[in-house]
């Protein structure tokens, strides 16, 4: 069965420092993954995914994340916060090998960007 | 294009009580699903449809139940409510594509007393 762990609950930083936000996973086939954000009382919106290629993928509003297999790994990375970054950061993984219907999310982590 | 939306936006329900959760999406979507987003616990997914007619189970299923007689609607349905039902529903919908983000509606907030 597929699952993510997010293992941190809430992530601070200040802003203009670099930010990384964890996310490991675990699936019987190919990994797609995804971040997503959300903002109060609002649903998730799409930041980025991972389906295959380069291990650097770059998405919405700065946002990247690093793909590794041998770690099972697919951290969220910005190279500078900004206080409006501050949100409900959520890892999804899809499991190639199952077909791929389902998308399991990870617990969330709370950004918050200090100014 | 109004995307993915969600009716009603609150609720209170008291034990045993039912009630429905509309979602419809306009952007012809083969996937949709239910999910609960509860504190500490990320999104479940609670039932889940790859196309018209056709439903399935995710995560936490049991006390919902689910159709999906039109392509562009989802309904939810809580038959008879339980206080571990009060969460906030999330409904979503992707294309069938495997690499396809989902599009998600602005929620449902649901209190069961």
Redesign the interface.
Known sequence: AQSVA?PE?QVNVAEGNPLTVKCTYSVSGNP?L?W?VQYP??????LL?Y?TGDNLVKGSYGFEAEFNKSQTSFHLKKPSALVSDSALY?C?V?D?GTG?????????TRLFVKA | NAGVTQTPKFRVLKTGQSMTLLCAQDMNHEYMYWYRQDPGMGLRLIHYSVGEGTTAKGEVPDGYNVSRLKKQNFLLGLESAAPSQTSVYFCASRPQSLGSPLHFGNGTRLTVT
């Open positions: 997010q609950d797609y995804f997503y009382n609002r649903g998730l919106q799409f995914k389906i959520f999804a899809r190639g791929g219907f389902k998308t399991i999310f990870g617990a969330g």
